[in-house]
């Protein structure tokens, strides 16, 4: 069983920054891929990127849309989980989630067991 917790939403300008956090609880944490999701009112649950669990080691995938403005990174030691996000523009407005899978790389949202409840990013124009 995995407990996710997000914070560090917020409102910003367009070409600011935001870092989200996921707080993780669980012994098993280091054992699962940790995904960000955002859904936006009206909107389908899109895929953000992933920070994976492979047997050779595991890595990072991103939603074209973010690439090169979105950055995921995992602190085993701490059971922690982060989105840095530069550039903001917004169309990246939307409530953010975070999701622990299994290992692998997984963009589906039902290829995640646990969520968290979610924290609004908005980005002002």
């Known amino acids: 069983q995995v407990q996710l917790v997000e914070s560090g939403g917020g409102l910003v300008q367009a070409g600011g920054s935001l870092r989200l956090s996921c707080a993780a609880s669980g012994r098993t944490f280091s054992s699962y891929s940790m995904g960000w999701f955002r859904q936006a009112p009206g909107k389908e649950r899109e895929f953000v990127g992933t920070?994976?669990?492979?047997?050779?080691?595991?890595?990072?995938m991103y939603a074209d849309s973010v690439k090169g403005r979105f950055t995921i990174s995992r602190d085993s030691a701490k059971n922690m989980v982060y989105l840095q996000m530069n550039n903001l523009k917004p169309e990246d407005t939307a409530v953010y989630y975070c999701?622990?899978?299994?290992?692998?790389?997984?963009?589906?949202?039902?290829?995640?067991?646990?969520w968290g409840q979610g924290t609004q990013v908005t980005v002002s124009s």
């Open positions: 999701a622990a899978g299994g290992p692998g790389y997984r963009s589906r949202p039902n290829a995640y067991d646990y």
């Open positions: 920070v994976t669990v492979t047997q050779s080691g595991g890595g990072t």
